[in-house]
């Protein structure tokens, strides 16, 4: 009988050990480790500058329009990506203002009704292009209805990608035949800002 409960002690005892083994088993496995520290997001910038003759944001002010019966003249702005981004060029009219400043005998003899006005007539006879590095890519009048055209325009142009530090030039050529006006525009003017943008891009492609 003894030796029958040491039998069964031995039995137990064996079975113990054998499952604290592999308990014991289940921690001890080979491990190798890598840290890749110092990972981070960090946002580019996207930036322009426009110059024309080495002064920034330079407008053209043409006074005293019809010193000569052709009116014409146009301006070079020097265009540059100063970010660290690639770019969408996008160029846009904002802010026509046709104003018709009084009216004067002469202006009334072709048109009546011109003191009632508030509106110039000078904006329709004036064509402005813009082109891109000499190259014409759109064109309006500065006729208050057309504003949104040039825009449009440019919009609907393959993109135009400036690369970082990529430098363009941008015109603006304006004229009015003779034969686009009379009288009706004496004293009238037409004011405008150009809008220069660059808009991200995930395309790489470039002009």
Known sequence: MKKKKQSLFLSVLIILLAVGGLVAGTFAYFTARRTIS???FAAGTLDLNV??????????????????????GDKIWQVKNTGTLPGRLMVQLQNVANKENGCNDQE????????????????????LNI????????SSTLATDQSAKIGTDWAALSPIILQP??????????????NNYGNEVQSDS?????????????????I
């Open 108 to 127: 009334k003899m072709v048109e009546p009704d011109c003191e009632t006005k508030t509106e110039g007539d000078l904006g329709k006879a004036i064509t």
């Open 38 to 40: 110092a990972s981070r």
């Open 51 to 72: 110059e024309s003759n080495g002064q920034s944001l330079q407008p053209f002010v043409i006074d005293n329009v019809g010193a000569s019966a052709d009116m014409n």
């Open 190 to 206: 037409v004011n405008f800002d150009m809008d220069f943008r660059l808009v991200q891009q995930t395309s790489s492609t470039s």
């Open 165 to 178: 530090g990529q430098e363009v030039a941008l015109g603006a050529a304006w004229s009015a035949s003779e």
């Open 131 to 138: 082109t891109l590095n000499g190259e014409l890519k759109a």
